[in-house]
Nanobody, 123 residues
Framework: QVQLVESGGGLVQPGGSLRLSCAAS????????TDWYRQAPGKERELVAT???????NYKDSVKGRFTISRDNAKNTVYLQMNNLEPEDTAVYYC?????????????????WGQGTQVTVSS
């Protein structure tokens, strides 16, 4: 199994910035793509940003120009840089990754979620 560990959430004032990290455990991992989702109280989980192994990125319309998703393949880590944060960005943020890991000379597919990190934007 592949575990994802998120970090970087916190409390920030409107207009501030945060950088979230999503680190995948294990050394023999090939990640096809990673998504960041968020879920606000009383709302459904929504897709915020995507990055694939080829470097393709995509964003929810409301975060375009403010959020940037990137990855460090050597560290198996994906980042979400969030600038000019708004109160509407307040939510628990989750990362999700799909790919392949190798164990005992065999390849296995995985689809893993992080534990979530709270982002609160408030004055």
């Amino acid at each position: 199994q592949v575990q994802l560990v998120e970090s970087g959430g916190g409390l920030v004032q409107p207009g501030g910035s945060l950088r979230l990290s999503c680190a995948a455990s294990g050394s023999t991992i090939s990640i096809d793509g990673t998504d960041w989702y968020r879920q606000a109280p009383g709302k459904e989980r929504e897709l915020v940003a995507t990055i694939t192994s080829t470097g393709y990125t995509n964003y929810k319309d409301s975060v375009k120009g403010r959020f940037t998703i990137s990855r460090d393949n050597a560290k198996n880590t994906v980042y979400l840089q969030m600038n000019n944060l708004e109160p509407e960005d307040t939510a628990v943020y989750y990362c999700n990754a799909v790919g392949t890991y190798r164990r005992a000379f065999r390849n296995y597919r995985f689809n893993s979620w992080g534990q979530g990190t709270q982002v609160t934007v408030s004055s």
